[in-house]
Every structure is written in structure tokens, then in C-alpha cells.
């Protein structure tokens, strides 16, 4: 059950960091003047998808805790790792964000990290 904890949170890890790209993607570009970059980023304070978000990230916090009363933090953390995969490969498909040889090598490093970093 430990180790699922740690798809949890990795999963609404990822999910909030998509949700906060798409929203501040389809807000527009950051505005020059200060008063109207208060007025934009409180817009997206209060848009729903924001607020998930962080409501994501505040459950990825408490899946964590439930994850540590069982797992060794230097065993559990590299798994966290999994997040950089998962938000290249969606940020490729839904944002059609890049996918360089650089980004492959270093999934392919993160991942023998991880293969690595899980066995002791």
C-alpha cells in the first residue's frame, strides 16, 4: 500500500503542474504593467482549475506523509523522479511541447537513477 502513495502522489504531482500550464497558457501573456499583473494573477488564483490544482498538491502532501510512515525517504524519493517523465511526455502530447534528443537522454539518466536509486 506504501508504494501506492507514491503513484498518488506523483499522479496529482503531475496533474497540477499540467492544470497550471493549460490555465496560465490560455490566460495570455504575462502583462507589462504591475497593476495589471495583480489583476492576472488573482484571475488565476480564483479560476477553478487553478484551485485544483493546488487542492492536488495539498492531497500529493498528504499521500506523501501516508507514504513516509512506511518507506525509507531515500527509498521512496527517486520515484518521485517518475514526475519529470510523465510531464514531458503530456506536455509533448496536449501542449506540443518538444521532445529533444537532450530531454530523451535525460529521462533516460532519471530513469537509471531511479532503477538504481530503488534497489538499495
Known sequence: MSYAYVVVTIFLTVYGQIAIKWQVAAAGPFPVAPADRAAFLLRLLINPWIISALAAALLAAVSWMAAMT????????????????LVLAFSAV??????????????AL??????????G
Open 70 to 85: 512506511k518507506l525509507d525517504l531515500s527509498h521512496a524519493y527517486p520515484f518521485m523522479s517518475l514526475a519529470f517523465v
Open 94 to 107: 496536449l501542449f506540443h511541447e518538444p521532445v529533444t534528443w537532450q530531454k530523451i537522454a535525460g529521462l
Open 110 to 119: 532519471i530513469t537509471a537513477g531511479i532503477i538504481i536509486g530503488s534497489q
